[in-house]
């Protein structure tokens, strides 16, 4: 080959985020994936509204007929921890249907409750609470 060309300069690696912002496009298409696993979960709609941060009625239903306009930044991080917490369980089981339903067990290391009850008390660092400890359980990335 040509010392002129070689392919390890054609192609430019990919380069990080300038900052950690997350794109309109990302967090629309995040959002997406949580409908979809709220129906995993068995999610309410009443529910899915306290885990995106109480939108009004009118812009929860709006999203999730799949009209997503900006998305406020505190859903951008609820949805980064549920994804998060997600990823996480697809780690720990490899039956999907035992993943889905963790949510609901009550787990002795969350005092007696389920993951749902913690992170439905609503603030937002009730997800990142639970997203921690799975985290923290499956050990290192």
């Known amino acids: ?4 060309f070689r392919p390890a300069d054609a192609i430019a690696p990919p380069q990080p985020p300038a900052s950690g912002d997350v794109t309109p496009q990302e967090a629309a298409a995040m959002l997406r994936a949580a409908f979809r696993l709220f129906q995993k979960w068995r ?3 009443a529910e899915a509204r306290v885990l995106l941060g109480r939108p009004s009625a009118s812009t929860f239903y709006r999203w999730k007929r799949g009209e997503i306009g900006s998305l406020p930044a505190d859903t951008v991080w609820r949805l980064g921890d549920l994804m998060g917490i997600h990823k996480a369980l697809r780690y720990f089981f490899t039956d999907v249907e035992r993943c889905y339903a963790w949510v609901r067990k009550p787990s ?3 005092g007696g409750q389920s993951a749902m009850q913690r992170m439905l008390a609503g603030a937002p660092s009730d997800i990142a ?3 921690a400890y799975l985290d923290a359980e499956r050990g290192a990335w």
């Open 108 to 110: 002795a290391a969350l």
């Open 43 to 45: 999610v309410s709609d």
């Open 1 to 4: 080959m040509s010392e002129a």
């Open 129 to 131: 609470a639970i997203r």
